[in-house]
């Protein structure tokens, strides 16, 4: 493949450098059980992601970088088997450069590997420029981000945490007055699929305020973002409003607007409540699979225009933490009950239980179970 033989010369041209060149090498397996079941325990789906990850990075000197980013997945089981167009959908990559490539299919496996970072850049006085496959977070609260239109996430999807990367050449600025500016464009193969924006952050009474504007596929989109303290809470928000290009003075605008408040206890405990409001979504949820395989963007981060959650963390001990969840979406009535339990086996060895749990009302005004998934994930990290 192509993207394979770029990332191998990269790495083999750049191992015997100077004293000057820094590598770093590192990354994971993951062993990904997964459980799917409604109402009826007899119908249990078995499903196995085998999850390998390797991160490759290459300083020469002072300016120069190099980073890729490859992931290599093994699917088997019941998801493979019974979801639509699961194989095709994995399969494909929806970046300006081809960089997916599935090695292996059948009725019940799949064997992908994809790059989601694969990019170079230059670091100069006081900024740099990047070009190529990378992660531009523009996002501030840690759920729902209408702020990040370059990445997207779903944070349903608990097992990439790396969250995607796009295919952008990127420029930032760093000035003296704890003010940045970042221009970022992302090419594509049609004009209504291009990215562009500009974002000005600045500090300013003790918050860190943030402006974009610019071009998202066929809107004009404008943003405004926040992160700073009440007291001893923390406090996020972000406000991206989109306005179609074509006939803009006929065609009626989206917004969307999240915001979240959060606080650490002296005990362990962290607490995290937010909301996100999308006016483009449809307030309309026929399956669970629209909330795991839903087409994130920034304008639908979630398929109702209303929805809230509330986040509570214990750090039990320094090697085991609790996560507990709830999101509500009262538009469709959706309920989702999220506990994840994390545990340290030993250095570079981690257990993580994975719980998501989704009901709705139904006719009769009771809730009713959608579907559930128990996911047991080993980790080994290098």
């Known amino acids: 493949m192509r993207f394979a033989t ?3 010369f990269g790495l083999s ?11 770093d090498f590192s990354g994971y397996v993951k062993n990904l059980q997964t459980l799917s079941f409604t109402d009826n325990v007899d119908s249990i789906l078995l499903t196995n992601l085998i999850h390998n990850r390797i991160n490759f990075s290459l300083q020469k000197g002072k300016h120069f970088f190099f980073n890729a980013g490859l992931r290599n997945l093994i699917f088997t089981g019941d998801q493979v088997k019974y979801t639509p167009r699961f194989n095709k959908t994995l399969s494909h990559d929806n970046g300006y450069l081809d960089l997916t490539n599935g090695w ?12 989601d970072r694969l990019n170079i850049g230059w670091n100069f006085k ?30 349903l999807n608990f097992d990439y945490t790396e969250r995607p990367g796009i295919d952008a050449a990127r420029v930032s600025f760093n000035f003296k007055s704890q003010s940045n500016l970042e221009i970022a464009i992302a090419p594509a193969k049609n004009d209504s699929s291009i990215i562009g924006a500009i974002k000005y952050g600045f500090n300013k009474w003790g918050y860190d305020f943030q402006l974009l504007a610019g071009n998202y596929r066929t809107d004009i989109v404008g943003g405004f973002g926040f992160a700073g303290n009440i007291k ?48 483009a979504a449809s307030n309309q949820l026929y399956a669970i699979a629209q909330l795991t395989s839903f087409q994130i963007t920034p304008k639908t981060l979630m398929p109702s225009r209303l929805n809230f959650l509330v986040q509570a963390v214990k750090t039990f001990t320094p090697l085991f933490i609790g996560n507990f969840s709830i999101l509500y979406s009262p538009k469709v009535n959706l309920l989702a009950i999220l506990p994840y339990l994390s545990y340290s086996i030993r250095e570079n060895w981690d257990l993580d239980l994975v719980i998501q749990s989704f009901f709705a009302k139904n006719a009769n005004g009771d809730f009713s179970t959608l579907g559930n998934s128990v996911n047991l994930r080993l980790k080994w990290s290098f």
């Open 232 to 279: 001893e809470a923390g406090w996020k928000s972000e406000v991206t409003y989109f306005q179609p290009r074509k006939n803009n003075y006929e065609s009626t605008g989206s917004i969307s607007v999240s915001s979240g408040i959060d606080y650490g206890f002296r005990n362990g405990w962290y607490l995290n409540g937010s909301f996100l409001y999308n006016s």
């Open 126 to 155: 006081n900024g740099s420029v990047q070009v190529g496959r990378q992660r531009i977070n523009w996002g501030i609260n840690p759920f729902w981000n209408p702020n990040d239109i370059f990445n997207t996430f779903n944070f």
């Open 6 to 8: 770029l990332f191998c």
């Open 13 to 23: 041209g750049t191992m015997f450098g100077q004293d000057s060149t820094r590598i």
């Open 104 to 115: 292996a299919q059948t009725n019940s496996l799949l064997f992908v590997s994809t790059f």
